[in-house]
């Protein structure tokens, strides 16, 4: 490590050592709603819901570091998991997340929704129902900018409302009412959302069951020689061999593979397959980003694998369509539990890439922010951004020297608010070469 890079991690680290307490209940960056408008208004979902004709506007308020864009039991939800977060071409940042009308379980009537801010993260406009499950399950969220147009694709996955993650996993539901992948596009900034249209047939294979897309951010190739293409990593689960004893919902049937696009969502395509279910690494929820030398790397949950470890990943040449080795554990984040995670390649060419996730190898808590100069060989622990229960996450690059993430936490739960921190530090003391 260059005496450089050793001082500007430094830095981070002083920076991302400040705790910001925000009681659990109250959000004072929480803009006045809006009336509600007539059903299907700001949504392509169905679902009547409350509509904003732009984020709060205004300037980012000086010393803004942190807010609140969803808090479990306001809105009309009882609670809000899943956070993914992208940042448009105009800069606004667009905030997903489920709402879950019954409670923080993954099953029964739960909506993607949406919340807008035009201040880099520090107010949010009112919420806006992207895709309602109407009674089912709506969820998963991989949004990700289309550098060639500008616009939105969002990418879900949904299911009856009445079924489990278990029963699909078993083989005991019907196609149509088990795991469905589904793609919408908004061309004005996230204010509307076409309606969820069903690619399952594109992206799917024979004998899957589960399937499971990020969540959080997609990938938009920007260098090699696809540029454009959005990658959305993902994860399913296979039905086991004939003649086995296993029903399916063993861990072992847990793995990882890749969608993607190169007409801006219109047309997908299956890219990596990983099919070595061998009960060392299951990989399940991924995250992905383009490094530097133009490879993709992908981190993955490694769900009740053999190997010691909860985090595996493995990297693309070749644009998301192979990996050059299966999954294989990455050691330097033994710190992080079973749990989803979050990486990004930060801009300019030289910066780091960053990975989030707690940071209590057996509990949801302590959400940290971590780094690698290697090309995520290894990862160094930067510093914890709060002591208290945190469980999934997702990073977005706001400028050439602001990063923010969104994350569930909470002073009593991990599920009581999505929060919302905004780090800043001068990324071009990093170099440009």
């Known amino acids: 490590m260059t005496p450089l890079s050793r001082t500007v991690l430094t830095a981070l680290a002083l920076l991302t050592s400040l705790t910001i307490r925000i009681p659990a209940q109250a959000d004072p ?12 208004a700001g949504s392509a979902s169905g679902r009547a819901g409350p509509h904003h004709p732009g984020p709060t506007a205004g300037r980012p308020r000086i010393g803004c570091a942190a807010s609140l864009p969803y808090v479990s039991g306001q809105g009309g939800y009882a609670a809000y998991r899943i956070p993914a977060v992208v940042t448009t071409r105009h800069g606004t940042v667009l905030a997903f997340a489920e709402g ?38 709506r969820g998963n969220p991989a949004p990700v900018v289309d550098p060639r147009t500008g616009a939105v694709v ?28 589904y793609v919408q596009r908004s061309r004005d900034d996230g204010l509307h959302f076409t309606h969820p249209e069903d690619i399952t047939a594109q992206v799917s294979r024979p004998g899957w069951r589960w399937y499971a897309t990020g969540p959080g951010h997609a990938l938009a190739l920007t260098r090699g020689p696809h540029p454009g293409r959005l990658i959305v990593p ?41 099919t070595h279910y061998d009960g060392v690494t299951h990989a399940n929820e991924t995250s992905a980003a383009q490094l530097p030398d133009g490879r993709v790397y992908f ?8 190997a010691h470890g909860h985090r595996i990943d493995g990297y693309s040449a070749d644009a998301g369509v192979t990996l050059h080795r299966p999954y294989a554990v990455q050691t330097t984040l033994d710190d992080v539990p079973v749990v989803q995670g979050s990486v990004l390649q930060l801009d300019p060419k030289g910066s780091p890439l960053l990975f989030s996730a707690p940071s209590v190898p057996t509990a949801r808590r302590a959400m940290a922010i971590w780094a690698s100069e290697d090309f995520g060989h290894t990862f160094t622990k930067l510093r914890t951004l709060s002591d208290r229960p ?34 800043t530090l001068p990324w071009n003391t990093l170099g440009t070469t």
Request: include cysteine.
């Open 390 to 423: 945190a469980a999934y996450s997702d990073l977005v690059q706001l400028g050439h020297d602001t990063v923010g993430v969104l994350y569930e936490t909470g002073a009593a739960h991990a599920y009581d608010t999505l929060e919302f921190r905004r780090l």
């Open 154 to 181: 969002l990418v879900t996955c949904g299911n009856s409302g009445s079924v489990t993650e278990g029963q699909i996993m078993r083989g005991e539901v019907t196609a149509a009412r088990g795991r469905r992948v």
């Open 234 to 274: 993902a994860n399913h689960s296979a039905a086991p061999p004939a003649g086995s004893s296993d029903t399916g919902r063993e861990s072992k049937y847990y793995a990882g593979h890749a969608l993607y696009s190169d007409d801006g969502g219109c047309t997908w395509h299956l890219g990596f397959v990983n």
């Open 100 to 137: 879950r009308r019954e409670g923080t379980g993954d099953t029964g009537d739960i909506d993607v929704v949406l919340r807008r801010s035009a201040d880099g993260g520090c107010t949010w406009g009112p919420l806006t129902v992207v895709a309602a499950g109407h009674g089912d399950t």
């Open 29 to 40: 960056t929480r803009a006045e709603p809006a009336p509600t408008p007539p059903a299907h």
């Open 299 to 306: 981190s993955a949950r490694n769900q009740n694998g053999g």
